[in-house]
């Protein structure tokens, strides 16, 4: 069976300091991989996505960037944090579209990180 | 830019009762997603429409896409204070390789015993 995960599970970072945030999927391979943010109660918000190895797909233009290194590995990351990047971190997984795949994503536990 | 919009943002209401929540967007999409989320965890899949007009039930719950395939509704009878979560709306929006998944703005349900 496939699985996700994600770590850290809580982060508090001061301003202006860096951000790695790793999420990794077994069980399965050539995912869909996804990032997402969460404010508190809210929808979430698509921050990249990833097709393959090194492609990466950026939504919102941002303090943030990502990084695919191998085929089941996701980064998120900051060199320098802002208080706005604070919320919960979200990495999810797809299975590759094709014809008459509706579409599923399969998220990870999250991160929550809190900026001061 | 959040495409699809969700109503009502809150609601509180007695076990019992039967709800109604909307997701409407001026966008089409190839499917439509609804999930549910519990504090601290990730989302997850309650059903998938795909075709206009579809309707898929799941025990208590009814979904159903619009016929341009651009909102869907969901709907609860007899909610159970179990029901109690943020539901999501997510759009599928095909692109190169791959699907692009859009999120409603989410709808905090509170079932009171």
């Known amino acids: 069976s496939q699985t996700i995960h994600q770590w850290p599970a809580t982060l508090v970072q001061p301003v202006g300091s860096p951000l790695s945030l790793e999420c990794t999927v077994e069980g399965t391979s050539n995912p869909n991989l996804y990032w997402y943010r969460q404010a508190a109660g809210r929808g979430l918000q698509l921050l990249f996505y990833?097709?393959?190895?090194?492609?990466i797909s950026s939504e919102v233009p941002q303090n943030l960037s990502a990084s695919r290194p191998q085929d089941r590995q996701f980064i998120l990351s900051s060199k320098k944090l802002l208080l706005s990047d604070s919320g919960f971190y979200l990495c999810a997984w797809s299975k590759i579209r094709t014809s008459g795949y509706t579409g599923e994503l399969f998220f990870g536990e999250g991160s929550r990180l809190t900026v001061l | 830019t959040q495409l699809l919009e969700q109503s009502p943002q809150f609601l509180s209401i007695q076990e019992g009762e039967n709800l109604t929540v909307y997701c409407n967007s001026s966008s089409v999409f190839s499917s439509l997603q609804w999930y549910r989320q519990e504090p601290g965890e990730g989302p997850v899949l309650l059903v998938t429409v795909v075709t206009g007009g579809e309707v898929k039930k799941l025990k208590r719950l009814t979904f159903q896409f619009g016929d341009a395939r651009k909102d869907s509704s969901l709907h609860i009878t007899a909610a159970q204070t179990g029901d109690t979560g943020l539901y999501l709306c997510?759009?599928?929006?095909?692109?190169?390789?791959?699907?692009?998944?859009?999120f409603g703005t989410g709808t905090r349900l509170k079932v009171l015993a």
């Open positions: 997510a759009g599928a929006k095909a692109t190169s390789g791959t699907y692009k998944y859009i």
């Open positions: 990833s097709v393959g190895i090194g492609q």
